[in-house]
T-cell receptor
Framework: KNEVEQSPQNLTAQEGEFITINCSYSVGISALHWLQQHPGGGIVSLFMLSSGKKKHGRLIATINIQEKHSSLHITASHPRDSAVYIC??????????FGQGTRLTINP | NAGVTQTPKFQVLKTGQSMTLQCAQDMNHNSMYWYRQDPGMGLRLIYYSASEGTTDKGEVPNGYNVSRLNKREFSLRLESAAPSQTSVYFCASELWERENTIYFGEGSWLTVV
């Protein structure tokens, strides 16, 4: 069983829809990262969470440490949000464990 | 991906050839990483360096060597390339502290034929 599971693997939605991507994990962590990878390949860090909730623009990330679950929400989605979203677990040894990613496509 | 520069962006190698991927960061970060990304799989750690002069193996170190000669630079060497090393390679760096952000290079597409 993978330490980190993302769902869904693929998501297609219409512009304006509210998007939720989930990340569940089975190990203890010190923090969880959400990353965005654009079709050109570049990877950008969106959030690092150790508890609660963070918001940046139209993006909201939440984490429930007890339930070992995190979600990434996108409000008022736009075609430019189309990307692969990756959650990554941060343990105590400075090493990240990555999920396989969720491929999001937002159609105009 | 301001701050982390990796080269080359594209490379084709023949089986058995050697090459070095270069990575440099200008953010005074302590920790640097090399990952590989393969279709259908998450990023996997090859090697990491927690500080200048130290390196440690990650999940998939076989066939690779690394060098952290100074705080800025962390290179990845393939001594004898194999087709199984065809992948996209990412260098990353972070300042290991409570609210750290990890920064990635733009990736290096390597094909071994």
């Amino acid at each position: 069983k993978n330490e980190v599971e993302q769902s869904p693997q693929n998501l297609t939605a219409q512009e304006g829809e509210f998007i939720t991507i989930n990340c569940s994990y089975s190990v203890g962590i010190s923090a969880l990262h959400w990353l965005q990878q654009h079709p050109g390949g570049g990877i950008v860090s969106l959030f690092m969470l150790s508890s609660g909730k963070k918001k940046h623009g139209r993006l909201i990330a939440t984490i429930n440490i007890q339930e070992k679950h995190s979600s990434l929400h996108i409000t008022a989605s736009h075609p430019r949000d189309s990307a692969v979203y990756i959650c990554a677990l941060q343990g105590g040894a400075q090493k990240l464990v990555f999920g396989q990613g969720t491929r999001l496509t937002i159609n105009p | 991906n301001a701050g982390v520069t990796q080269t080359p962006k594209f490379q084709v190698l023949k089986t058995g050839q050697s090459m070095t991927l270069q990575c440099a960061q200008d953010m005074n970060h302590n920790s640097m990483y090399w990952y590989r990304q393969d279709p259908g799989m998450g990023l996997r750690l090859i090697y990491y360096s927690a500080s200048e002069g130290t390196t440690d193996k990650g999940e998939v170190p076989n066939g690779y060597n690394v060098s952290r000669l100074n705080k800025r630079e962390f290179s990845l060497r393939l001594e004898s390339a194999a087709p199984s090393q065809t992948s996209v390679y990412f260098c990353a760096s972070e300042l290991w502290e409570r609210e750290n952000t990890i920064y990635f290079g733009e990736g290096s597409w390597l094909t071994v034929v």
